[in-house]
């Protein structure tokens, strides 16, 4: 590279020498740039300081004995502990006539009062129209003249290797721009923090930091992509290593519809609980399968669409009104994407055979219950280690009598009480055989019955 540049500079040089043109009389190509395109979409981002109450630990520390020579020290540290914090993060203006502003739902979950200073440093008290936490957005409004919006893209037409421009306020230094490709699509796997988040996020290795979160991600058109939510970090600080991801526009768009008509998202339920399939799921449960893609029923909840419309464990929904769904994500998000009451055509795979469902969608309600827990990262020398059974003459199946903590069995949720029937399908009636079966395959599908429903759980 540094030879290549040389023989350049020696030829130009040569060349002034030659014809006597000076270097600032040669004409020469324009250098690319992003210049134009940021100068028309930074103004549409803005930075967001949130302010939000603390709680004290006054509670916590008054009213217990403390020796008398630390009293007057807790009483003026207690009196020195701030009463406020502040936090920073990024939005996006997308209308610019009723002044709604984009961000994510973690940047002012906890606010007391929310700040937002456009790229002109004007500054304006914002009011929260509707927030989601299971898709991390949230709807501000600001009462302002002379703003800049911008416009969505769609992210059916988003490829891996488009160029993005990523728009933001990372660490509070103010706007800061940073350019990348998508790096992948759908990512979906705990990043958002929540195990019941609706997940589908670009993955981009445009750096994205810290106060990075609901700033804009764009192309090279200067739509609206995503918006960025999220990194993946190693080390103190939780700076970039090139694994960020964003909210999809799509996914943006329907939500914030929400939002501004309900105040609030109300999403279909289907009412089943279900795993992607794979070639190794698919072998061991003996599913005769084209392609293994889709999603593999596990759970089917009584009174739901599902249970109404006839869909039955074991059951693979690969379709949803005519298109076709690769991964459970991928279906959970679409079905959530709809409104209650909506009807949906599922195609789906039974004993080989492919037919449609139609099922009429119910009312999620869903409360966020935070991090997911760790999960069993190693297999165990038999899957069902860490499990305890009871067999009983004349019954049908063995009863679980407890699961060891972070085993597969508990990572699975199988629970005390539980009645496991079939291992990968085949009825069990002793433990030697659960076993024995269980050691045949690396995924342990036991059919169980509990509450005198039938459930499956997948232990890998």
Partial sequence: MKLFATRQLAALILSVAVTGVSAQERQ????????????????????????????QPSGFLRG???????????????????????????????DSANGYVLTNHHVIATASAIRVTLNDNRSFDAAIIGSDELADLAVLQIEAD???????????????????????????????????????????????????????????????????????????????????????????????????????????????????????????????????????????LGLDLDAATGALVLEVTPDSAAAAAGIALYDVIVGIDGERVAVSNELRNRIAMKLPGETVELQVIRDGAERTVSA?????????????????????????????FLAEDDAQGITVLSTTPRSLAASADVRP????????????????????????????????????????????
């Avoid at 250098?31 to 302010?51: E, F």
């Avoid at 217990?64 to 936090?87: F, K």
């Fill in 146 to 284: 002379g703003l800049t919006a911008i416009s969505f893209a769609s992210t059916e037409d988003l490829l891996v290797g488009d160029y993005v421009v990523a728009i933001g306020n990372p660490f509070g230094i103010g706007q800061t721009v940073t350019s990348g490709i998508v790096s992948a699509l759908g990512r979906a796997g705990g990043f958002a923090g929540d195990v019941n988040a609706f997940e589908d996020f670009i993955q981009t290795d445009a750096s994205i930091n810290p106060g990075n979160s609901g700033g804009a991600l764009i192309n090279l058109r200067g739509e609206l992509v995503g918006i960025n939510s999220a990194i993946i970090s190693t080390g103190f600080g939780g700076g970039n290593v090139g694994i960020g991801f964003a909210i999809p526009a799509d996914m943006i768009v329907s939500v914030m519809g929400r939002l501004l008509e309900f105040g609030e998202v109300r999403r279909g339920l289907l009412g089943v609980v279900m795993r992607s399939i794979t070639p190794a799921l698919a072998s061991d």
């Fill in 64 to 94: 217990r004995p403390v020796p008398p020579q630390l009293e007057e020290y807790l009483e003026e540290y207690l009196e020195s502990l701030p009463e406020e914090s502040e936090g920073a993060g990024s939005g996006v203006i997308v």
């Fill in 360 to 388: 009429v969608l119910g009312l999620r309600v869903i409360e966020s219950s935070g991090p997911p827990p760790e999960l069993q990262s190693s297999r165990r020398s038999s899957p069902l280690d860490g499990m305890q």
């Fill in 28 to 55: 020469v190509a324009p250098m690319p740039s992003l210049a134009g395109l940021v100068d028309r979409t930074a103004p549409a981002v803005v930075s967001i300081t949130v302010t939000a109450t603390l709680d």
């Fill in 417 to 460: 009480g539980d009645i496991v029937v079939a291992v990968n399908r085949n009825p069990v009636d002793s433990v030697e055989d659960a076993r024995r079966l269980a050691d045949q395959t690396w995924t342990v599908v036991l059919e169980i019955v509990r509450d005198s429903q039938r459930l499956l759980a997948v232990l890998r």
